[in-house]
């Protein structure tokens, strides 16, 4: 089984950096996909970011603000987010997808931007 551990959001004022972190336990094989998502309050949850076949992808509201990356020697990916707006204020989740279509989440980790 895979257990995904989330680094601790927090609160940021508005421009400012925050970077996460989600590694995965367990299981060692190689992970296809990598993803962030978030949810705000009374939104549908979204994907904002994600990195397969070393290509990244970005939604709209992000790019150029936030960066993916990964590590796959520590099944780690991390997601550095900079010029952070109160619109950032969500709850971000971690997903891997594992070759043959085994999915799993990390647990939620609060991000508030507010001055």
């Known amino acids: 089984q895979v257990q995904l551990v989330v680094s601790v959001g927090g609160w940021v004022q508005p421009g400012g950096p925050l970077r996460l972190s989600c590694a995965a336990s367990?299981?060692?094989?190689?992970?296809?996909?990598m993803r962030w998502y978030r949810q705000a309050p009374g939104k549908q949850r979204e994907l904002v970011a994600s990195?397969?076949?070393?290509?990244?992808n970005y939604a709209g509201s992000v790019e150029g603000r936030f960066t993916i990356s990964r590590d796959n020697a520590k099944n780690t990916v991390y997601l550095q987010m900079d010029s952070l707006k109160p619109e950032d204020t969500a709850v971000y989740y971690c997903?891997?997808?594992?070759?043959?279509?085994?999915?799993?989440w990390g647990q939620g980790t609060q991000v508030t931007v507010s001055s």
């Open positions: 990195v397969a076949f070393g290509r990244a």
């Open positions: 997903n891997f997808r594992y070759p043959g279509g085994s999915s799993f």
């Open positions: 367990g299981r060692t094989s190689s992970i296809n996909a």
